[in-house]
Nanobody, 112 residues
Framework: QVQLVESGGGLVQAGGSLRLSCVAS????????MTWYRQAPGKQREFVAR??????EYIASVQGRFTISRDNAKNTVYLQMNRLKPEDTAVYLC???????WGQGTQVTVSS
């Protein structure tokens, strides 16, 4: 089992930026794949981004605006979010598919 703790959310105006962090309780060298999901009120949880084997993948709506990265020495995965839009408003959660673990989430609110 691994614990994941997200941080970095907040309230930002449209066009602004935020960087989310997710710290794992185990060495990142043991975790190949990390993902970010989000869940808006009344909507299903949706995949946002994945990093695995040095490669990244994004949902189409954030391609070119969001960047996922990781720092193995800090056991941390990041989500840099630029040019934020009101439709990006959601709780953002990190996920380890290997451990099937989720963080508690961090709220991102983008005002128009």
């Amino acid at each position: 089992q691994v614990q994941l703790v997200e941080s970095g959310g907040g309230l930002v105006q449209a066009g602004g930026s935020l960087r989310l962090s997710c710290v794992a309780s185990v060495s990142f060298f043991r975790i190949n794949t990390m993902t970010w999901y989000r869940q808006a009120p009344g909507k299903q949880r949706e995949f946002v981004a994945r990093i695995a084997n040095g490669e990244t993948e994004y949902i189409a709506s954030v391609q070119g605006r969001f960047t996922i990265s990781r720092d193995n020495a800090k056991n941390t995965v990041y989500l840099q979010m630029n040019r934020l839009k009101p439709e990006d408003t959601a709780v953002y959660l990190c996920h380890s598919p290997f451990y099937n673990s989720w963080g508690q989430g961090t709220q991102v609110t983008v005002s128009s």
